[in-house]
């Protein structure tokens, strides 16, 4: 089955720098992979997508890179905030009608 | 975003009584809801796939008589948790996905935190 590994698990940055979080994923036929945020007692949301023909997605101050050959996926985000201070998972899946599969979680914390 | 609701977000309970806990979807119809079972700091650990109108299907480890989910409708799941021990103690979240290839984003509930004493 899928495995998802996450890093770093903690992250901690100035306000206004750049944080960078990445996702490998062994499963060739995983196809869709989210990013969800989730501040603390709250449900994840998601924050942005990225499906297996797209090598890269923006929005905002926020990006997600894909690079299928090495099967690897990573989330960026620039200009941080405190409000960007949270848990942040990715996942991979098999697209339509199958499951996600989530990483272990990056704790991000914004110091202002 | 769709919305799912979910109830009750925090119940605490007896040792061997049972509790259910649902998850609906307000304004999509939901083919497909997920159970998770979340602990401290930890990740998203995927206990159950649960189909509209048929049974769950369950991950590798879980006990589905003790774990019952029910889907009957396209916008209600339920998962009952069958003679609570206190190591059922744990934050139980569930998602909702649409039935469009284009909705096969995960929508989350706010989650229930079960204390089993």
């Known amino acids: 089955g899928e495995n998802v590994e996450q890093h770093p698990s903690t992250l901690s940055v100035q306000e206004g720098d750049s944080a960078v979080i990445k996702c490998t994923y062994s499963?060739?036929?995983?196809?869709?992979f989210p990013w969800y945020k989730q501040e603390l007692g709250k449900r994840p949301q998601l924050i942005i997508d990225?499906?297996?023909?797209?090598g890269e997605k923006k929005d905002q101050r926020i990006a997600v890179t894909l690079n299928k050959t090495a099967k690897h996926f990573s989330l960026h985000i620039t200009e941080t905030q405190p409000e960007d201070s949270a848990v942040y998972f990715c996942?991979?899946?098999?697209?339509?009608?199958?499951?996600?599969?989530f990483g272990a979680g990056t704790i991000l914390r914004v110091k202002s | 975003g769709a919305v799912v609701s979910q109830h009750p977000s925090r119940v605490i309970c007896k040792s061997g009584t049972s509790v259910k806990i649902e998850c609906r979807s307000l304004d999509f119809q939901a083919t497909t809801m997920f159970w998770y079972r979340q602990f401290p700091k930890k990740s998203l650990m995927l206990m159950a796939t649960?189909?509209?109108?048929?049974?769950?299907?369950?991950e590798q480890g879980v006990e589905k008589d003790k774990f019952l989910i029910n889907h009957a409708s396209l916008t209600l799941s339920t998962l009952t948790v069958t003679s609570a021990h206190p190591e059922d103690s744990s934050f139980y979240i569930c998602?909702?996905?649409?039935?469009?290839?284009?909705?096969?984003?995960?929508?989350f509930g706010a989650g229930t935190r079960l204390s089993v004493l």
């Open positions: 998602s909702a996905r649409g039935s469009r290839p284009s909705q096969n984003i995960q929508y």
């Open positions: 990225i499906r297996s023909n797209v």
């Open positions: 649960s189909n509209e109108g048929s049974k769950a299907t369950y």
């Open positions: 499963d060739s036929a995983s196809n869709y």
């Open positions: 996942a991979a899946g098999g697209g339509y009608g199958n499951k996600l599969v």
